[in-house]
């Protein structure tokens, strides 16, 4: 492939760009040019004709939200491996079965030191 | 077809917002943030090779599914560190955190 | 060769360092969270040790299914990197029994498993392998360095380590995706038997690739100009986890560097020799001049060590540039690599114990050292005269050899610039020792007993830096003649 093909292939980027930037701007522009503005105080509340929302918008969460989220974000991602391993199966046997018990049995360890850590718990 | 090349310079702009991301942010979650973008980069990058490269075959996904799962350990390891330090500091601002020079 | 029929036994060690790893991070978390628990430690100590051995055993040649290679190169390193992580938690014991704030097991079995990833790593011929095991000895290693956290300096440190080392690593494996794409494979066997041809259809790809893999592990093994996260993170860590850094995963990043450059770069009828070679030397000349320059103006013993390591990790890459016969220059890297995991080791044992015992890691924590305990200073004086060069040491010796290999090499040059750079060397060297010797002690100083491990680890380093700088035939003979 030469050189030539390789910098005529940026037609499409440059399509992709205009496109994605005239799309969401000519609909926006033609939405305000034919809907009616007719704005009145129940109008503008955040949800209108639903309950009045109260306190602060930015409240500092509570930190057992971060741990949980940091576990989640780990075990989550682990069945990455899990659903090929599951999908896999029938090809692998009993070495892949085995292979896959102790992955799962490593990633059980983990859970019961954050168990034993108290992380799971809510207080 | 779309070719290779378009999957790789998209990969190379996401590569270097990541790294531009990373040098000039002063905000620690966005740079953890940008990190992540560096290696997507590199993920695209390897699923572009392995479906659609001179010589595709599935070692790239394979490939692609350690970094993901390496990375999530990694950053979740990156945010408890970071936490640490906002308990320590109250701020994670860049900036701020100059204890260590020369 | 699959994956199921083949000879899984060669990986033995490694199942049996990461089946131990668990079950000493169990019995921690099962006998409770908090409180002192020395017996780990002596288990890991003996984890190690064991596992040293079954290397020992296992030395056969061999590889599975393209993932795992075990050759001299591979046992040699693990052997070197198992002792120096079992002399790593000898020290951390006194560390962490003057620490009691910290999670003692936890400290334990990470650095196991920092061992463990690195004993992959050192055995890898595939990329897939080579980043599993980089990134189980990088994360743990960020655990580590933030180990003390509630410290500023440790958690600051250890933020630096996160951001940078995640940096390194997307950028390793940018260069390792181009290689994969124009290769269709991530085993650096198969890679090496394509690369040649590879450089005359796409030299640009190829040199980038090298560019990119070289700047990530450049910054694993701290040298210029990607050294600049080492003394912050030196400085923060706790002293025990600065000697891990500094000696387990610089080892195992030049073990990683020599596998990937040597199979995959050179392999080939060396189409790539010129180039690599001169932009290793490049490198290593500025390695050299910077890393001794900046440690000139340290106040601190942490950030002088971690400049001291990046000189030194100048000086290891100068037989990479100077490749005269590929097996020669490993030789000349083993025996420069375990002179300087007993130096540097001894020297971070004394330092340990000084500055938990002032409570300050600045020069001052040093003076009079020679009054308070006669044995440490004079120990702790053989150290750095050995990291100097000075001769009767091993340091000399491995200096002497890499000199040598240099001069063979037709880069005189070269060898002029490490011997430079090693004369400023002794001047921030000294500068320490001055301290230990010339100054009184500070008033409320009183002598200093060292525990049982400090002792043992310091007499093992000493006698080892000794003994190789006396006789150093013993081990250059064997070295010399295996063909790595």
Redesign the interface.
């Known amino acids: 492939m030469g050189l030539g093909v390789y910098f005529d292939n940026y037609i499409f980027v440059l399509l992709f760009m205009f496109l994605g930037v005239a799309l969401p701007v000519g609909a926006l522009t033609f939405g305000r040019l034919v809907r009616p503005n007719n704005p009145y105080p129940t109008k503008l509340t955040t949800y209108e004709s639903g309950i009045e929302p109260t306190g602060d918008a930015q409240v500092r969460y509570h930190v057992a939200y971060y741990i949980v989220a940091l576990e989640f974000v780990i075990f989550d991602v682990e069945t990455v491996f899990l659903y090929p391993w599951a999908v896999a199966l029938g090809e692998l046997g009993w070495v892949g079965l085995n292979a896959g018990l102790i992955f799962i049995a490593i990633l059980g360890l983990g859970l019961a030191y954050s168990w034993k850590k108290k992380v799971l718990e809510w207080n | 077809m779309v070719p290779i090349t378009l999957y790789l310079s998209l990969a190379a702009i996401l590569f270097c917002v990541g790294l531009y991301g990373v040098l000039t942010r002063r905000h620690l979650v966005i740079v953890l943030a940008s990190v992540e973008l560096m290696l997507n980069a590199v993920n695209i990058n390897l699923v572009a090779f392995s479906s659609i490269g001179p010589y595709a075959d599935i070692t790239g996904q394979v490939f692609t599914l350690f970094i993901i799962s390496v990375a999530a350990a990694e950053v979740a390891v990156g945010l408890a560190i970071l936490i640490a330090l906002y308990r320590n500091r109250e701020s994670i601002d860049v900036i701020k955190h100059d204890l260590l020079r020369w | 060769m699959s994956a199921?029929n083949a000879n899984w036994s060669l990986m033995t060690p490694e199942i049996v360092l990461g089946i131990l790893a668990?079950v000493i991070?169990?019995i921690d978390?099962?006998t409770g969270?908090k409180g002192k628990k020395p017996f780990l430690g002596r288990m890991s100590i003996i984890a190690l040790l064991v596992t040293a051995v079954l290397v020992y055993i296992n030395r056969g040649a061999g590889t599975i299914a393209d993932i795992f290679i075990v050759d001299h190169f591979s046992t040699m390193f693990k052997i070197i990197l198992l002792v120096g992580v079992a002399i790593v938690i000898a020290i951390s014991m006194h560390y962490l029994d003057k620490n009691d704030d910290v999670y003692q097991g936890e400290f334990y079995s990470l650095m196991l498993f920092a061992a463990l990833g690195a004993m992959l790593m050192v055995s890898s011929a595939d990329?897939?392998t080579l980043?599993?095991g980089l990134?189980l000895l990088?994360?743990s290693s960020?655990?580590l360095a933030?180990f003390k956290?509630?410290?500023?300096?440790s958690?600051?440190?250890?933020?630096?380590y996160?951001?940078l080392g995640?940096?390194a690593?997307?950028f390793i494996?940018?260069g390792?995706?181009?290689l994969?794409?124009?290769?269709?494979?991530?085993s650096i066997i198969d890679i090496s038997q394509v690369i040649s041809s590879l450089y005359v259809d796409y030299p640009f790809i190829v040199v980038m690739s090298i560019l990119f893999m070289l700047a990530g592990f450049g910054f694993k093994i701290s040298i210029v100009p990607f050294h600049m996260w080492a003394?912050?993170v030196y400085?923060?860590s706790p002293t025990p986890v600065t000697a891990f850094l500094s000696v387990v995963s610089k080892i195992a990043g030049f073990a990683i560097v020599l596998r990937v450059f040597f199979t995959t770069f050179l392999g080939s009828e060396g189409v790539l020799y010129d180039e690599w070679t001169w932009i290793i030397a490049i490198i290593a000349t500025v390695t050299m001049i910077v890393g001794n320059l900046i440690a000139l103006?340290q106040k601190n013993i942490k950030?002088l060590m971690a400049y001291s390591g990046v000189a030194q990790a100048g000086y290891l890459l100068v037989p990479i540039a100077a490749i005269f016969i590929p097996s020669y220059s490993i030789g000349v890297i083993i025996f420069y690599s375990i002179v300087y995991v007993f130096m540097t080791l001894g020297a971070f044992a004394i330092i340990t114990l000084v500055t938990e015992d002032s409570g300050r890691d600045d020069f001052s924590s040093f003076s009079g050292l020679y009054k308070r305990s006669p044995y440490m200073a004079i120990a702790m004086s053989v150290f750095l005269l050995g990291l100097a060069g000075l001769p009767l040491t091993a340091g000399f010796v491995g200096k002497a050899w890499i000199f040598i290999s240099a001069a063979q090499a037709g880069m005189l040059w070269l060898a002029g610039v490490m011997f430079v750079t090693s004369v400023i060397s002794f001047y921030y060297y000294f500068g320490v020792i001055k301290q230990m010797f010339m100054n009184e002690p500070n008033p409320n100083d009183v002598e200093l007993k060292a525990p049982l491990s400090i002792s043992v680890v310091v007499t093992i380093a000493l006698a080892v830096t000794i003994i190789l700088g006396v006789l150093p035939g013993l081990m250059i003979d064997w070295i010399a003649y295996i063909q790595w």
Do not use: Q, W
């Open positions: 199921y668990l991070f169990t978390f099962m969270v990329l897939i980043y599993i990134e990088s994360i960020y655990c933030g956290k509630h410290n500023r300096k958690t600051e440190g250890a933020i630096k996160v951001v995640g940096t690593s997307a494996l940018y390792m995706s181009f994969y794409g124009l290769t269709g494979t991530t003394p912050d400085e923060g103006t950030r």
